[in-house]
């Protein structure tokens, strides 16, 4: 079973930065495609960065420019840094990853359990 463990989330001010990180677990061939999703009170969950295995990027255009997502493939590890927060960026933000677990299997997706950035006005 693939794990998405995340870290990183908490409270801070406009204008400030966090760091989140996201690392992956388990019986793994290959991870495709690792991002970030967000989900504010009262509203849906939304897409805002992915990072492909072979390096491109995506933004939602809400946090482009401000945010930027790594990823490390030799730990299974993705990032999100978070810059010039604003308090509409208040939400849980998941990680998502496309792993297959084997080679002969399709990719699955997998979720991990959330973490809250709050950001103060």
């Known amino acids: 079973q693939v794990q998405l463990v995340e870290s990183g989330g908490g409270l801070v001010q406009s204008g400030g930065s966090l760091r989140l990180s996201c690392a992956a677990s388990?019986?793994?061939?290959?991870?495709?495609?690792m991002g970030w999703y967000r989900q504010a009170p009262g509203k849906e969950r939304e897409l805002i960065a992915t990072?492909?295995?072979?390096?491109?990027?995506y933004y939602a255009d809400s946090v482009k420019g401000r945010f930027t997502i790594s990823r490390d493939n030799a730990k299974n590890t993705v990032y999100l840094q978070m810059n010039s927060l604003r308090p509409e960026d208040t939400a849980v933000y998941y990680c998502?990853?496309?792993?297959?677990?084997?080679?002969?299997?399709?990719?699955?997706?997998?979720w991990g359990q959330g973490t809250q950035v709050t950001v103060s006005s």
């Open positions: 388990g019986t793994m061939f290959r991870i495709n495609v």
């Open positions: 998502n990853a496309a792993v297959q677990i084997y080679a002969w299997r399709p990719e699955n997706n997998y």
């Open positions: 990072f492909t295995r072979g390096g491109s990027t």
